[in-house]
């Protein structure tokens, strides 16, 4: 129940909440505030056959089409940033098999997720029109009835989970963020079933005290994960930058061995790790350290 | 003395010549960024720039530009981070006069290829995707577009429209229902062009110095309008130059006197 | 002992006594409010409250108790403060288990009027409004309503549907759209109220402590119907009441035993 | 221009941005954060013929219909508040002709913002359906495009100008609110002209410190003014709560004179005021620091 005292528990208990088949929408953007240690944790249990859904697809999408564990992506780009360039396992498997990729624009897919969180099967916008996009999507042009413009009409996206990595929450679920809040707020008001991870479990009176600061509200929330560097390698708003040098390193694998590659990383950093905490712990404290050094530096300069 | 501009260095400069003051910027990362920090930092102070990540006129660390429009750099200074979808819906609300984006294919009519080099239904190549760029052509007063001039990105017809240009012309385009927008000018390190009224296609309207227009049109892939007047941009300044460097590098200080904590931060 | 209820007291407990522990309300100010807070602090310690003007679980002080949904008060303690919009597209979402209001009026089928007494387009008098109420009834699965019962407020048809309850029967309702909430229980200071499934007319349920069914008649304008077997409701318990009159007056101390802060905020 | 570095100003040159005629909406809620300082000055200019919306509407909405300021209401509910009972005066102007008044629901009327402030012409709802608010309005009934589902479509509402009030802004106009937020942001948005008071005016530096805190970005405000108790006798979350004995001597004010009550109101804290600071100075120094201190108490329990 959404108004349980007490949501707080473990990253293995949270995973077996997501059954097979499910739609899985992950929070953050890119490469910042990327649930991360939820996703490894789903990847950990060898869930199967989820679509995964993000408005902006980090590499996330290469280990889950590598693991098998999705078979369909929904988002509106995927790939780490220019510097990494096209994500070559993405590329392999959506050249072999088009229909595995549902593709958005930025905002469609937004307002896919905010029609799902106002409640109302449908938004209009006025982006897709025209585009070849609009012609591969479940999208239909409409008119408004009353000024007959021509808009373009996007369903709800009614996620079966969401998974969203915050800064603070409470143990009923109340979720607090610092830095941009992406699209974490129609997410969670979109899915059917969310599990937060935090960067620190705070008391009910603390996070009271900054009500005003409160982005997504516990009736909404069915689980909370207390996991400091959470979304790490990527980003957390003032926590930690994201750790280019990972990123680095795994671009690195996947040029020279393809999907190969992926499943290297993979046996590394979640069979072999064990763990979230193993992984951290094959990262290493001063990594760890370092990227936070990093992040203070932008937050105070 | 600065050393000779790079391709990607003309290009830059050039697109940042174009931003006006007092006016609204949603910029890509990369050249389009670049660009609109340079342009604030030397003749459009008052200019506003909004990332796809939510930032709100931000101020970049020079040396730590942002590789991605939502992380930590992006939103370093800025005067707000909105959520994605409200960041989007300013410029749908019509609050931004410029969209800046770069391409990966681009046609004659200015519409841009971003998703599948080939057939999408048998794609040769699979390209990253829209993103924002989609929704910032559609619903952005002017649009601009960045990219390095290659004879296969110029291509008659893009495999695949994921930004609107003029489609077939600007009756299409018009009848497609994108009437909040319309493609301005096309920057590379060749040329600057803009969009030819009537037909909607792209015209030759100055070129980068040194480049002659014959160069040009071989490096395109379609049949390009020229105006009538074809004139050459001036070249890069030291000043712009050693700002651009000093805001991609970090290092050297930047052109400009400094002054405290604004120096750092532009 | 306490002294005797206030039939508003009776009305508001008995109100507070059908709120289910774990559930969320969307609670008006007044005796809805009042009926939610007194449920909270007595048997329904999670059950959220949510208000008009953005506050989510708010922890009101005990004499302190809103006039308005939108003012400092109703923030108190809150775990957050949303906009309003976005506090009424949770309703919109499926959120809200329960939407509780108040009515100026109200007919056989719970349509309740809070905009003109009299025709409309020439009325006798004008009301404050729908306010939040309409987007209530059209939201929150089940929907209480409560009123001090006046046989000028219960009426064979309301003059105006502010907030529709069964329109002219389920049928009708349903043919409306309004598919995402119902109406469950009309609460009095004379009775409690629920629909006939059938014919979606109000149905005696049970009693105020000492009224009689006919009394309930003759203060209604309209033929009600009636339970096979009409209750008479439990006296509200000194517990009950001394809670209701601490959280109005803030003094007294309230019936259960004071724990540090959390007993100030309720 | 919108991105100029300075727009701050005075409540008399901010008066003059307003037109007769014009559509003037106020942000806040009933008594909460109300543009007080900003809607006496428009009626001390003697601005006419205007139309005044507002989601909740306290006793504005007399002042203004008495003084022959505006003649036209939209909004979804008129009064101050339960134990002030129905507003007299406003009673008699729509009793007298109805068409003055356009009601809408609370989350219908916020809609028309959004949809203006999403630069989209309409939006969906759920609310209205089957209601008799739905008969008398310019909204209509229509289907979703994929699952058929009734719903209303409401037009968007964009306003001439937009009042707020706010805790903290720049000289640019970003500005930042503490508690709730109310429809403040979808009515910034939606507005073609936006005057913001504030309680106080930072600098941008200190504003930039706290980003993730700003409602409203400077590209959507055209003039800003500081006005501190600036939405006296109203509340302004954390500074000051609601004078409710000033609401009684207004309220008593009506019950005994009608219109004549309200024009005397008007008298005394508009005309013979003669400005905002005197209102203030006639409201005395301890009434103000009382209200502040109620608001602290509330703030720290």
């Known amino acids: 129940m959404r108004t349980a005292a007490d949501k707080q528990t473990t990253l293995g208990e949270a995973a077996t909440l997501v059954r097979d088949g499910d739609t899985v929408v992950a929070g953050g953007c890119c490469y910042s505030r990327t649930p991360w240690a939820l996703l490894l944790e789903l990847l950990r249990a060898e869930r199967s056959d989820l679509t995964l859904g993000r408005n902006l697809m980090c590499y996330e999408s290469e280990l889950f089409l590598a693991r098998g564990a999705a078979t369909k992506l929904i988002s509106s780009w995927v790939g780490i940033g220019l510097r990494w360039g096209i994500p070559r396992v993405f590329r392999d498997f959506v050249e072999r098999d088009p229909s595995i990729y549902e593709e958005w624009s930025h905002l469609s897919f937004g307002m896919r997720l905010s029609a799902a969180s106002m409640g109302l099967p449908f938004l209009p916008t006025a982006s897709l029109l025209g585009s070849d996009l609009l012609k591969r999507l479940p999208a239909r042009e409409m008119r408004c009835p009353f000024t007959d413009e021509l808009l373009v009409a996007v369903p709800a996206l009614v996620p079966d989970v969401a998974l969203i990595h915050v800064h603070r929450a409470d143990v009923r679920g109340n979720a607090q963020v610092e830095g941009p809040a992406y699209m974490d707020l129609e997410l969670a008001r979109a899915a059917k079933l969310v599990i937060v991870s935090a960067e620190e479990i705070v008391s009910s009176e603390e996070l009271v005290r900054h009500n005003d600061r409160t982005l997504i509200p516990a009736l909404v929330v069915d689980a909370v994960v207390e996991v400091p560097y959470g979304a790490y390698p990527h980003e957390c708003h003032g926590r930690y930058e994201a750790d280019f040098a990972h990123f680095d390193a795994y671009a690195e694998r996947v040029n020279e061995a393809g999907v190969e590659g992926v499943q290297a990383y993979l046996r590394e950093h979640v069979d072999d790790a064990g763990s979230f905490a193993g992984f951290l712990d094959s990262v290493g404290a001063s990594a760890l350290l370092d990227q936070r050094r990093k992040a203070r530096e932008l937050v105070s300069a | ?266």
Request: with cysteine.
């Open chain 2, 1 to 266: 003395m600065s050393s000779e501009p790079t391709p990607t260095e003309l290009m830059t400069i050039a697109g940042s010549r174009l931003l006006r003051d007092g006016r609204v910027v949603f910029a890509g990362v990369g050249s389009p960024l670049e660009a609109s920090v340079l342009a604030k930092r030397l003749h459009a102070p008052s200019l506003t720039i909004v990332l796809e990540g939510g930032a709100i006129d931000p101020s970049m660390l020079p040396g730590r530009l942002p590789v991605s429009t939502n992380e930590m750099r992006a939103a370093h200074g800025a005067s707000m981070l909105a959520g994605i979808n409200d960041l989007f819906l300013y410029a749908q609300r019509g609050c931004y006069d410029y969209g800046f984006i770069g391409a990966g294919q681009i046609d004659r009519f200015g519409n841009v290829n971003t998703s599948y080099i080939g057939d999408p239904d048998s794609p040769k190549v699979r390209l990253p995707g829209s993103g924002g760029a989609n929704d910032i052509v559609s619903s952005c007063r002017e649009i601009f577009i960045m990219l390095k001039h290659e004879t296969r990105r110029f291509v008659e017809r893009v495999d695949f429209v994921t930004s609107p240009g003029y489609l077939d012309g600007p009756e299409s385009r018009e009848r497609a229902g994108l009437v909040r927008s319309r493609p301005v000018a096309v920057i590379t390190d060749l040329a600057l062009f803009g969009f030819d009224e009537e037909s909607g296609r792209l015209r030759i309207d100055a070129l980068q110095p040194g480049v002659s227009e014959e160069h040009v049109r071989e490096s395109t892939g379609f049949e390009l309008l020229a105006s009538d007047t074809v004139v050459s941009l001036p070249a890069p300044t030291d000043q712009e130059l050693a700002e651009l460097r000093w805001l991609r590098d970090g290092e050297g200080g930047g052109a400009l006197p400094a002054c405290g904590r604004k120096a750092a931060a532009v």
